[in-house]
């Protein structure tokens, strides 16, 4: 990383250089992601989003045990169960989600071309909204599109919050209120899906019109049952926004790193074919299938490993000052310390020529990395985060990528509309991709 990009994030420069130098990585690592009551993941991002503003003041920086068992008991336990068993239902979702969006395509020479960046965050959208929602709720029109707005609308409000200019920075935070509530349309998106959620996890819990074996697969049938006897989950409206919180965190990395997967792809008609060849076929293609494809988890690894969305990883404020085990460095209160995702995952040990895109680096004999599978936690790899606090939902977000993927290379050959377009551009530590790449996507004469 640059000094540049790293003297634009606060305090991050000190730490990251000082942790490269001095420590062995895997022990700060593993001491800046555990000193949970010092170091505080939740304050960043609640920071980072302005929750505060956009949350109708919901308190994300709480800490509360039971909040946290409540979600590891939904997302990495009952979810990942539950995952084998829905996966009919996301294959038939992004069938239908895909032809969707070929219908509004625009004709060129070449056939149809479709908006990259536009299309993967449709159809992520509407493959995860099976998961969450069910089939029925997530097909409505109007709360699909809610849905769909809004983790985009939070992206943009995290944008306006950091260039907004100081003298809207007033502690009343009434200004941030009014440049949230220009960007979203007063919180429309959001007041459409709390009260759809509230009110099925409440008094219409009984009355939910969706087939019984998968309505219980949903997150929001699960974490009802779970929580709404509990003295902590004050009614339907807290768990309405806890869910949305977890919506907002699902929805939001996955589309971006499939437009970086598909551009990939598009460069690459031989990687196409490799990996048509091993999936083989899409007649009959299982969950258990779809995650273990040696060469699907290496592509992805690799392209992620070149393109992470952020430089930065397990990132922790500091609720009051701290101090690492070494003596250094010496993190002041209110202060973010994180470790450079895009360095660790550039040296020359772990991944030799490491600005080569390698697509089969995780599978090649006597690599380093050789075998580790793309939702595999590690800190050679830590765009998960890394220990108790690792992503929980990486399970279902790499199979929601790995099916849209699936779907792609089966049934279409790919390339870009225009070999030259501009792909990302950078913001602070942030990859983005842009929203006028398209892809050109033609149908194969056979998808078997």
């Not at 009260?195 to 996890?201: P, T, V």
């Not at 060849?277 to 258990?288: C, H, M, R, W």
């Not at 790499?398 to 913001?427: G, H």
Request: proline share 5%; charged share 20%.
């Amino acid at each position: 990383m640059d000094t540049e990009t790293i003297s634009s994030v606060a305090f991050y420069a000190a730490c990251i250089l000082c942790v490269l130098n001095s420590l062995g990585i895997d022990a700060f690592i593993a001491e800046l992601s555990e000193a949970s009551t010092v170091l505080s993941q939740r304050a960043v991002y609640a920071d980072m989003f302005g929750f505060k503003h956009t949350m109708n003041n919901f308190n994300h920086n709480e800490v509360a045990k039971a909040k946290s068992r409540l979600l590891g008991r939904l997302i990495q336990v009952q979810g990942v169960n539950h995952l084998p068993k829905i996966f009919p239902c996301l294959v038939k979702r992004a069938e239908q989600s895909l032809e969707e969006q070929l219908t509004l395509g625009k004709v060129c020479s070449d056939g149809i071309s479709l908006p990259v960046a536009c299309t993967v965050r449709a159809l992520t959208s509407r493959v995860m909204g099976v998961l969450f929602f069910g089939e029925k709720i997530s097909s409505d029109p109007i709360f699909a599109s809610a849905l769909l707005r809004y983790p985009k609308e939070m992206v943009l409000c995290m944008v306006a919050f950091q260039v907004t200019p100081s003298f809207l920075s007033s502690s009343s935070h009434s200004e941030k209120r009014y440049v949230h509530g220009l960007i979203t349309k007063q919180g429309d998106a959001q007041t459409i899906i709390l009260k759809r959620l509230a009110h099925i996890m409440g008094a219409g819990r009984d009355a939910w019109d969706e087939d019984p074996a998968i309505r219980e697969l949903t997150f929001a049938w699960n974490i009802a049952s779970i929580g709404l006897d509990s003295e902590y989950w004050n009614g339907p409206e807290h768990l309405a926004q806890t869910l949305l919180g977890v919506w907002f965190a699902a929805a939001h990395q996955p589309w971006m790193n499939l437009d970086f997967l598909l551009l990939q792809l598009c460069r690459r008609p031989d990687t196409q074919e490799a990996l048509r060849q091993e999936i083989g076929t899409l007649e009959g293609l299982n969950y258990a299938k779809l995650m273990d494809l040696p060469f699907l988890d290496s592509f992805i690894k690799e392209t992620v490993r070149l393109h992470p969305l952020d430089k930065l990883a397990v990132r922790r404020k500091a609720l009051q000052p701290y101090t690492f085990a070494s003596g250094s460095p010496q993190i002041p209160a209110g202060a973010t310390v994180a470790v450079s995702s895009y360095d660790l995952m550039h040296n020359s040990t772990d991944y030799p020529s490491p600005d080569d895109f390698q697509p089969r680096r995780f599978m090649d004999k006597g690599s380093p990395v050789r075998g580790t599978k793309f939702t595999e936690v590690s800190d050679r790899f830590p765009i998960w985060g890394y220990g108790s606090l690792a992503c929980p939902g990486r399970f279902h977000a790499s199979i929601v990528m790995k099916l849209v993927i699936a779907q792609f290379v089966m049934r279409y050959d790919m390339k870009l509309e225009d070999e030259n377009a501009r792909t990302f551009w950078s913001w602070e530590t942030f990859i983005m991709p842009y929203e006028s790449t398209r892809l050109i996507p033609k149908e194969r004469v056979s998808t078997s």
